[in-house]
């Protein structure tokens, strides 16, 4: 069985997604696959990040991490995507990002590979799991195959019960969350090992 190739793509404001690509890209790692960590590029205005020291902090502290292209779309068997929510639905930041796949689309390079997601809110009810459902909507016109965690592992209950991906309040990522993104993101591995075989 060849080595599963997968994409951990992320997008953080305060660092919380950060943490959580860091720890999903580990799982996969020690899991076996070839894993690119990569982040989508800020789209918003560079006095609006200025103005809030906690953003721009972070956002320097992102600077050695590629931003993803065409190419690492191109080049993964698998996706996982990370990132908070926005008013109920994926930040404009990654939303820039994938409107731009369309000539991948239509070459057929976007299907048959999986996908799972993870995100963060203010707050328990703040778009979670919206947030997921809307980013799955985009990949189903791909033809790709989403990987959702369900409830394959206790690891998914003890961190929430989020059976779409993990998701979690911003700021707070405990041991339980880092068990239930690392079986994730381990079973994204499996399931695309499994695909491209």
Same mark, same amino acid.
């Given at each position: ?5 997968? /994409? ?8 919380? @997604?950060?943490? +959580?690509? $860091? ?14 960590? +990569? ?19 972070? /956002?320097? $502290? ?31 930041? +990654? ?36 947030? /997921? /459902? ?27 019960? @989020? ?17 239930? +993104? ?11 090992? $499994?695909?491209?075989?």
């Amino acid at each position: 069985m060849s080595t599963p190739k997968i /994409l951990i793509a992320f997008y953080s404001t305060y660092g919380t @997604n950060h943490q +959580v690509a $860091k720890t999903a890209a580990q799982a996969a790692r020690d899991a076996g696959a070839d894993v690119r960590l +990569v982040r989508f590029a800020e789209t918003a205005p560079k006095e609006v990040v200025q103005s809030q020291e906690a953003w721009a902090a972070q /956002l320097e $502290k992102m600077q050695d991490i590629p931003e993803i292209s065409h190419d690492d779309m191109d080049w993964a068997q698998g996706y996982f995507f990370i990132m908070p929510t926005r008013y109920g639905g994926t930040p404009s930041q +990654v939303r820039a990002f994938i409107d731009t796949l369309g000539p991948l689309w239509m070459e057929g390079k976007l299907a048959n590979k999986t996908v799972t997601a993870a995100t963060s809110a203010q707050n328990a009810h703040g778009g979670q799991e919206t947030t /997921l /459902l809307t980013l799955y909507t985009s990949v189903m016109h791909w033809g790709a195959v989403i990987v959702a965690p369900g409830f394959t592992d206790e690891s998914v209950p003890a961190a929430g019960g @989020n059976p779409y991906g993990f998701s979690t309040k911003a700021g707070e990522f405990d041991d339980a969350g880092k068990a239930a +993104v690392s079986h994730q993101s381990r079973r994204l591995v499996e399931m695309t090992a $499994k695909l491209a075989g």
